[in-house]
């Protein structure tokens, strides 16, 4: 069975930094698509970042674009999102996902994996 696990979620203060990584089992990492969604008590999961086994494309939702970065080692099989300037409203339990790779796209919901989550707090 494929199997993520969050980690590097936690409490930090508005305007800081934190990088969540996802380590993923398995040796078809390479193949995979990866995307990272986020959901926040009382609301619906929502995409947050995704990037292509193709050429490393990536997509961001509008409310992130600017401030994280999404990137994967292939090597590690590991996914990453560097977030910065974070905002109380980023607070949410952030999941990671995979699938493998193809024209669909990253932001939809049609993925076969999913990790535990990890949660991130935002102090204002």
């Known amino acids: 069975q494929v199997q993520l696990v969050e980690s590097g979620g936690g409490l930090v203060q508005a305007g800081g930094s934190l990088r969540l990584s996802c380590a993923v089992s398995?040796?078809?990492?390479?193949?995979?698509?990866m995307g990272w969604f986020r959901q926040a008590p009382g609301k619906e999961r929502e995409f947050v970042a995704g990037?292509?086994?193709?050429?490393?494309?990536?997509d961001y939702a509008d409310s992130v674009r600017g401030r994280f970065t999404i990137s994967r080692d292939n090597a590690k099989n590991t996914v990453y999102l560097h977030m910065n300037s974070l905002k109380p409203e980023d607070t949410a339990v952030y999941y990671c996902?995979?699938?493998?790779?193809?024209?669909?796209?990253?932001?939809?919901?049609?993925?076969?994996?999913w990790g535990p989550g990890t949660q991130v707090t935002v102090s204002s």
């Open positions: 996902a995979g699938r493998l790779d193809s024209l669909r796209a990253l932001w939809t919901r049609e993925y076969d994996y």
């Open positions: 398995g040796r078809r990492f390479s193949s995979y698509a």
């Open positions: 990037i292509r086994a193709i050429r490393w494309s990536a």
